[in-house]
């Protein structure tokens, strides 16, 4: 089982639908990342957090520190917003000096929003 | 552009070549790293480098090598690959633990 854990893996929506990826996870984290990847493969950061809610946009991301799982939410999704979103968690690796932390992966959302 | 920029986009190699990716960035970032992703699977972390010293090797096969000569440029030297290695191959930056990442668009390697 990884340790993070996406759903639903596949997303097809019609425009202007309001879109919900979840992530969960099972190790302690420092922070949380939603990535976005378009098709030719390059990563773009959304949000980077440790608590409460982030909005940029029509992007949203919540997350719960006690129950181990984050939210991002797209308000009136554009064909544009279509991509896969993938969630990271960070973590310290066992040495505590700058750099040494790691990112964990989810294997990712495919979202495709028709217009 | 994100500021992390892989060279080159595509590489097709054969399993007895050697060669190279590059990764630069002039972000002011002292951490660089090489991300592996193959189709359907999470990125898996290959490498780590902290202001140009290597402080994480993620149980990598020895055919990839990587370089970094300075805080700015990070190399990835493959020789005798293998069809499985043919993936998506992604550097990042980070300038620590309470910032974000920035990463390249990858270089897709495809292996034969």
């Known amino acids: 089982k990884n340790e993070v854990e996406q759903s639903p893996q596949n997303l097809t929506a019609q425009e202007g639908e309001f879109i919900t990826i979840n992530c969960s996870y099972s190790v302690g984290i420092s922070a949380l990342h939603w990535l976005q990847q378009h098709p030719g493969g390059g990563i773009v950061s959304l949000f980077m957090l440790s608590s409460g809610k982030k909005k940029h946009g029509r992007l949203i991301a919540t997350i719960n520190i006690q129950e181990k799982h984050s939210s991002l939410h797209i308000t009136a999704s554009h064909p544009r917003d279509s991509a896969v979103y993938i969630c990271a968690v960070l973590s310290r690796l066992p040495l505590q000096n700058f750099g040494n932390e790691k990112l964990t992966f989810g294997t990712g959302t495919r979202l495709t929003i028709i217009p | ?112």
């Not at chain 2, 202001?51 to 990598?60: G, L, R």
């Open chain 2, 1 to 112: 552009e994100t500021g992390v920029t892989q060279t080159p986009r595509h590489l097709v190699m054969g399993m007895t070549n050697k060669k190279s990716l590059k990764c630069e960035q002039h972000l002011g970032h002292n951490a660089m790293y090489w991300y592996k992703q193959s189709a359907k699977k999470p990125l898996e972390l290959m490498f780590v480098y902290n202001f140009k010293e290597q402080t994480e090797n993620n149980s990598v096969p020895s055919r990839f090598s990587p370089e970094c000569p300075n805080s700015s440029h990070l190399f990835l030297h493959l020789h005798t690959l293998q069809p499985e290695d043919s993936a998506l191959y992604l550097c990042a930056s980070s300038q620590g633990i309470n910032y974000g990442y920035t990463f390249g668009s990858g270089t897709r390697l495809t292996v034969v």
